[in-house]
């Protein structure tokens, strides 16, 4: 594979020399000396690489490369598209809506009847959060759910792409006013599609899972 658009030297090092997850690094001198790049070049390279979630550094422990991980690369760019309005969340949901839609199929026909069980569980937990007394919006089943369903599915990047897009909509607040009947329907469209999928009927659960896409306002769209 040829390497010549991966810019940082450290990046490389870790490839050239098959660093694989939970192997600890030399020292950034000792890398400086083997790569002929400056400690100060090199130490800019790392933190890169720490904000991609390549690598970490502890005290004691020093550096040591950690599993990849593609949510980390991608969401610092989400995120900044959002907040600097060159992008807009709409945007990237039609990116998840696309992925979801797209892989329903393989991801869906993994799953386990433990996976099965906890979908159960998330369904009965957020159902106890909106008919409880005070209510509660179930934002966090509501991610879980989804993550859930598409566990098993062996592509990093797409798993890496759902969960960006988890974080970007939990800190885009979109749904913070959105009505209770809105959290019901979404959830009673939830409760038909994990039913779908007990009953190995994944070709209703697909299409209720572009129906609910529907249901949130045009401004927050897709749901």
Same mark, same amino acid.
């Given at each position: 594979?040829?390497?010549?658009?991966?810019?940082?030297?450290?990046?490389?090092? %870790?490839? +050239?020399?098959?660093?694989?997850?939970?192997?600890?690094?030399p020292s950034l001198t000792d890398i400086s000396r083997e790569l002929g790049v400056s400690v100060g070049k090199l130490r800019e390279q790392l933190e890169v690489a720490r904000s991609m979630?390549?690598?970490?550094?502890?005290?004691?422990?020093?550096?040591?490369?950690?599993?990849?991980?593609?949510?980390?690369?991608?969401?610092?760019?989400?995120?900044?598209?959002?907040?600097?309005?060159?992008?807009?969340?709409?945007?990237?949901?039609?990116?998840?809506?696309?992925?979801?839609?797209?892989?329903?199929?393989?991801?869906?026909?993994?799953?386990?009847?433990?996976?099965?069980?906890? %979908?159960?569980?998330?369904?009965?937990?957020?159902?106890?959060?909106?008919?409880?007394?005070?209510?509660?919006?179930?934002?966090?089943?509501?991610?879980?759910?989804?993550?859930?369903?598409?566990?098993?599915? +062996?592509?990093?990047?797409?798993?890496g792409l759902l969960n960006a897009y988890w974080d970007a909509y939990e800190a885009s607040e979109l749904t913070r006013f959105a009505s209770y009947q809105y959290w019901t329907d979404v959830?009673?469209?939830?409760?038909?599609?994990?039913?779908? %999928?007990?009953?190995? +009927?994944?070709?209703?659960?697909?299409?209720?899972?572009? $129906?609910?896409?529907?249901?949130?306002?045009?401004?927050? $769209?897709?749901?």
């Amino acid at each position: 594979m040829q390497l010549n658009k991966l810019e940082p030297e450290f990046l490389k090092y %870790l490839i +050239d020399n098959q660093v694989v997850s939970g192997d600890r690094l030399p020292s950034l001198t000792d890398i400086s000396r083997e790569l002929g790049v400056s400690v100060g070049k090199l130490r800019e390279q790392l933190e890169v690489a720490r904000s991609m979630g390549l690598v970490s550094v502890r005290p004691r422990l020093g550096m040591q490369r950690e599993p990849f991980n593609f949510t980390p690369a991608v969401l610092n760019g989400v995120l900044f598209g959002l907040g600097s309005g060159d992008a807009t969340f709409a945007q990237f949901s039609r990116v998840r809506v696309a992925l979801e839609t797209y892989f329903w199929d393989t991801a869906v026909t993994q799953l386990t009847s433990a996976d099965k069980e906890e %979908l159960h569980d998330i369904i009965a937990r957020a159902w106890g959060k909106l008919r409880g007394a005070p209510i509660h919006v179930p934002n966090g089943e509501h991610r879980e759910l989804h993550l859930k369903i598409f566990c098993r599915l +062996d592509n990093p990047f797409v798993q890496g792409l759902l969960n960006a897009y988890w974080d970007a909509y939990e800190a885009s607040e979109l749904t913070r006013f959105a009505s209770y009947q809105y959290w019901t329907d979404v959830w009673s469209y939830h409760e038909q599609i994990v039913a779908a %999928l007990c009953a190995d +009927d994944f070709a209703t659960g697909r299409q209720l899972l572009i $129906e609910h896409f529907d249901l949130l306002p045009a401004l927050f $769209e897709p749901a």
